[in-house]
C-alpha cells in the first residue's frame, strides 16, 4: 500500500510541472497569404525565439481573401480550443463576430497589421495606415509639383488598410487643389488586377496620367509594369506604394517608385508576445523588436494599440533593406 501511495504521490509531483510546461497553441487568421508581405510576416511568426524554443506552436490560417472563410477558421480554432488567436482581418465590419465568439469562449484575440472594428481584442499591433497613406501621396505630389492628374489603385473595398490609406491619401490631396484625381478604383492588393486597370486608364487617359498612388507596393508594381508595356517611360511618372517589399525596394534603388517599410516581422513578433502575455501573466517579451522600436513601450502587454513606425525607403537604405531579407 505505501508502494502504492509513493507511485502516485511521485506521479503528481511529475505531471505538475509537465502541465507547466504545456506547449501553447496559438492561431493567426490571416486575410491571404498569396502577396510577400503576408509571407514575411508570418514567416516572422515562425522565427519568434517562444516558438524556436518550441514554448509556442502557432498555425497559420490562410483566409483566402474571404471574411467568410476567416469566421470558419476562427470556429475550428474555437472547437480545438486554441490559447489565443492572432487576427489580420479581410473586412473591419465582418471581422468582430467571430472576435466576439473567440473572447466569449475565452480565448483571447490579438489584432495585427489591419484592424478589426471590434473593442473585444485584447491588443492591437500596427502602423498607422492614415499616416502612411499621407506620406506616399505626398512623395507622388512632391514629384510631380502639387500639378497634374492620378489615379488612386485602393485596396480591396471595407479593408482598413483600404480605408485608411484612401483617408491618408485624401489629407494629401486636399493641400494639392490643383491635382486631378482622374480614376479610383480597387486592385485588391493584386499586382495583377493592378496592371489591368492602369492599361485600360492609359488606354483611356492617353497622356493625361502624371502620378499613380497605389495604396500598397504590389499594385504600385503593377502600374509601372503596364506603363513599361505600352512602352511608355517610368521616369515620366510619380509613383509610390507602401509596404517595401522586395520588388518594391529594387524599384526604389532603380527611381522607379517611393515606398515605405511598413515592419511585418514587428508586427507578427509583437503580436505574438501580446498574445502570449494574454495567456500567461508573467511573460515577458522575447522579441527583439521591442528594443528596435523603444517608442512602442512594452507597457506590460497591456496596451490597447502598439504602432510600428514607418521606414521610408531610400537609395540609402535599400540594400541594408535588402539584406535583412536573405
Given at each position: 500500500?505505501?508502494?502504492?501511495?509513493?507511485?502516485?504521490?511521485?506521479?503528481?509531483?511529475?505531471?505538475?510541472?509537465?502541465?507547466?510546461?504545456?506547449?501553447?497553441?496559438?492561431?493567426?487568421?490571416?486575410?491571404?497569404?498569396?502577396?510577400?508581405?503576408?509571407?514575411?510576416?508570418?514567416?516572422?511568426?515562425?522565427?519568434?525565439?517562444?516558438?524556436?524554443?518550441?514554448?509556442?506552436?502557432?498555425?497559420?490560417?490562410?483566409?483566402?481573401?474571404?471574411?467568410?472563410?476567416?469566421?470558419?477558421?476562427?470556429?475550428?480554432?474555437?472547437?480545438?480550443?486554441?490559447?489565443?488567436?492572432?487576427?489580420v482581418p479581410m473586412?473591419?465590419?465582418?471581422?468582430?463576430?467571430?472576435?466576439?465568439?473567440?473572447?466569449?469562449?475565452?480565448?483571447?484575440?490579438?489584432?495585427?497589421?489591419?484592424?478589426?472594428?471590434?473593442?473585444?481584442?485584447?491588443?492591437?499591433?500596427?502602423?498607422?495606415?492614415?499616416?502612411?497613406?499621407?506620406?506616399?501621396?505626398?512623395?507622388?505630389?512632391?514629384?510631380?509639383?502639387?500639378?497634374?492628374?492620378?489615379?488612386?489603385?485602393?485596396?480591396?473595398?471595407?479593408?482598413s488598410g483600404q480605408?485608411?490609406?484612401?483617408?491618408?491619401?485624401?489629407?494629401?490631396?486636399?493641400?494639392?487643389?490643383?491635382?486631378?484625381?482622374?480614376?479610383?478604383?480597387?486592385?485588391?492588393?493584386?499586382?495583377?488586377?493592378?496592371?489591368?486597370?492602369?492599361?485600360?486608364?492609359?488606354?483611356?487617359?492617353?497622356?493625361?496620367?502624371?502620378?499613380?498612388?497605389?495604396?500598397?507596393?504590389?499594385?504600385?508594381?503593377?502600374?509601372?509594369?503596364?506603363?513599361?508595356?505600352?512602352?511608355?517611360?517610368?521616369?515620366?511618372?510619380?509613383?509610390?506604394?507602401?509596404?517595401?517589399?522586395?520588388?518594391?525596394?529594387?524599384?526604389?534603388?532603380?527611381?522607379?517608385?517611393?515606398?515605405?517599410?511598413?515592419?511585418?516581422?514587428?508586427?507578427?513578433?509583437?503580436?505574438?508576445?501580446?498574445?502570449?502575455?494574454?495567456?500567461?501573466?508573467?511573460?515577458?517579451?522575447?522579441?527583439?523588436?521591442?528594443?528596435?522600436?523603444?517608442?512602442?513601450?512594452?507597457?506590460?502587454?497591456?496596451?490597447?494599440?502598439?504602432?510600428?513606425?514607418?521606414?521610408?525607403?531610400?537609395?540609402?537604405?535599400?540594400?541594408?533593406?535588402?539584406?535583412?531579407?536573405?
Amino acid at each position: 500500500m505505501k508502494t502504492l501511495l509513493l507511485a502516485l504521490g511521485l506521479a503528481t509531483a511529475l505531471s505538475a510541472p509537465v502541465l507547466a510546461q504545456e506547449k501553447l497553441k496559438i492561431g493567426a487568421t490571416v486575410y491571404g497569404l498569396n502577396a510577400e508581405f503576408m509571407q514575411i510576416w508570418t514567416a516572422a511568426l515562425q522565427k519568434h525565439p517562444a516558438v524556436q524554443s518550441g514554448e509556442v506552436e502557432v498555425t497559420v490560417f490562410d483566409g483566402r481573401y474571404d471574411a467568410l472563410v476567416q469566421q470558419e477558421q476562427f470556429n475550428t480554432m474555437i472547437t480545438q480550443k486554441y490559447n489565443a488567436i492572432i487576427f489580420v482581418p479581410m473586412d473591419i465590419e465582418a471581422g468582430a463576430a467571430p472576435v466576439q465568439a473567440a473572447v466569449d469562449a475565452g480565448i483571447p484575440v490579438v489584432g495585427s497589421n489591419a484592424r478589426v472594428n471590434s473593442d473585444v481584442l485584447t491588443s492591437y499591433v500596427g502602423s498607422n495606415d492614415v499616416e502612411a497613406g499621407e506620406l506616399e501621396a505626398k512623395a507622388v505630389l512632391d514629384k510631380m509639383g502639387c500639378k497634374g492628374n492620378v489615379v488612386i489603385i485602393e485596396g480591396p473595398i471595407g479593408q482598413s488598410g483600404q480605408i485608411q490609406r484612401l483617408e491618408g491619401n485624401q489629407k494629401a490631396l486636399a493641400a494639392c487643389p490643383d491635382v486631378k484625381v482622374l480614376e479610383q478604383q480597387t486592385g485588391n492588393w493584386s499586382r495583377a488586377e493592378a496592371q489591368t486597370l492602369m492599361e485600360n486608364w492609359l488606354t483611356s487617359h492617353p497622356g493625361q496620367i502624371n502620378g499613380v498612388i497605389g495604396q500598397n507596393d504590389e499594385m504600385a508594381l503593377g502600374a509601372i509594369e503596364a506603363i513599361k508595356a505600352a512602352g511608355l517611360n517610368v521616369s515620366d511618372f510619380a509613383i509610390a506604394g507602401v509596404d517595401g517589399v522586395t520588388d518594391a525596394i529594387n524599384a526604389v534603388k532603380a527611381g522607379e517608385m517611393a515606398s515605405i517599410l511598413q515592419d511585418a516581422n514587428a508586427q507578427a513578433q509583437g503580436a505574438l508576445d501580446i498574445a502570449i502575455k494574454a495567456v500567461k501573466p508573467d511573460y515577458q517579451p522575447q522579441s527583439a523588436i521591442w528594443k528596435q522600436y523603444p517608442s512602442m513601450g512594452w507597457e506590460d502587454g497591456k496596451a490597447k494599440t502598439y504602432l510600428v513606425p514607418w521606414t521610408p525607403v531610400t537609395t540609402a537604405n535599400a540594400d541594408e533593406l535588402l539584406k535583412s531579407r536573405q
